[in-house]
Nanobody, 132 residues
Framework: QLQLVESGGGFVQTGGSLRLSCAASGFSTSGFTLDYFAIAWFRRAPGKEREGVSYISRSGMNTEHADSVKGRFTISRDNAKNTVFLQMNSLKPEDTAVYYC????????????????????WGQGTQVTVSS
């Protein structure tokens, strides 16, 4: 059973930066490692629906970011360390949300998935609060 644990959230002022990490574990029973999984970051702000933020393929070569964060956020991964990152710069109050990482095992090396329903493993979330 794949387990995902997010960290790195916190309180920051407008214009500040945070780096979120998503550490994966639980591979021993499945025989798979993180490089078998496409990964995404989603967020849910108070009173709003869950929103896809950033996506990355198994290899890390293909990524995509939502228009709302494009140019400010960067998703990356270190498969050797079983960790995915979300570097968030120029943060705005509207970025305030709980951020979740999600994983989906896939045989396709270069693809990622934009819809939350495509993912079957989720972390517990980490809170990001940006003050104005």
């Amino acid at each position: 059973q794949l387990q995902l644990v997010e960290s790195g959230g916190g309180f920051v002022q407008t214009g500040g930066s945070l780096r979120l990490s998503c550490a994966a574990s639980g591979f021993s029973t499945s025989g798979f490692t993180l490089d078998y999984f496409a990964i995404a970051w989603f967020r849910r702000a108070p009173g709003k629906e869950r929103e896809g933020v950033s996506y990355i393929s198994r290899s890390g070569m293909n990524t995509e970011h939502a228009d709302s964060v494009k140019g400010r956020f960067t998703i990356s991964r270190d498969n050797a360390k079983n960790t995915v990152f979300l570097q968030m710069n120029s943060l705005k109050p509207e970025d305030t949300a709980v951020y979740y990482c999600a994983a989906r095992r896939t045989t396709i090396f270069s693809t990622f998935y934009r819809h939350a329903s495509a993912y079957d493993s989720w972390g517990q979330g980490t809170q990001v609060t940006v003050s104005s």
